[in-house]
C-alpha cells in the first residue's frame, strides 16, 4: 500500500524557502545528489547515507519535501524520495543547474551541519 505525504503545490512555494531549506549541507547534498540522478529515479532516504540519527534524517526530508524540492512516498516499510525536477525547473529556471555547478566534486567535504 502505497501512502501518500503532504507535497505543496509548486505554485505555492516561495524562493525564500526553498533557499532556507538549502542552506544546510546535508540537504544540499540529498539534492545535488537527485540532481545527478536520471529524471524519475526514486532513492530510498537511507541510500544517501548521511551521518545523523533517524530522527534527524526525517527532518531533514520533511524540510525539503515542505520546501518544494522532493516529492516522498511511502511504500511498505520505506519512503522513497523523488526530485521535482521538471516542476521546479519550470517554478525556478536554472537554479538546480546552478545547485549543481556550486556542489562541491568531493561529497563527503560539505557534510557539516549549518552554524
Not at 526530508?61 to 525536477?85: C, M, P, T, Y
Not at 521538471?86 to 538546480?96: D, K, N, S, T, V
Request: aromatic residues 4%.
Amino acid at each position: 500500500m502505497t501512502t501518500e505525504l503532504f507535497h505543496p503545490e509548486l505554485k505555492d512555494v516561495e524562493l525564500g524557502r526553498v533557499l532556507t531549506a538549502l542552506t544546510d549541507p546535508l540537504r544540499r547534498r540529498v539534492v545535488t545528489d537527485l540532481i545527478r540522478e536520471e529524471d524519475g529515479v526514486e532513492r530510498t532516504c537511507m541510500s544517501f547515507g548521511l551521518p545523523v540519527g533517524k530522527s534527524t534524517l526525517t527532518h531533514h526530508f520533511r524540510i525539503l519535501r515542505e520546501a518544494g524540492l522532493i516529492h516522498q512516498v511511502d511504500r511498505g516499510n520505506s519512503r522513497k524520495v523523488q526530485l521535482r525536477r521538471a516542476e521546479f525547473e519550470a517554478r525556478f529556471p536554472g537554479i538546480l543547474a546552478l545547485l549543481l555547478a556550486e556542489a562541491p566534486t568531493d561529497l563527503g567535504s560539505d557534510t557539516r551541519p549549518a552554524a
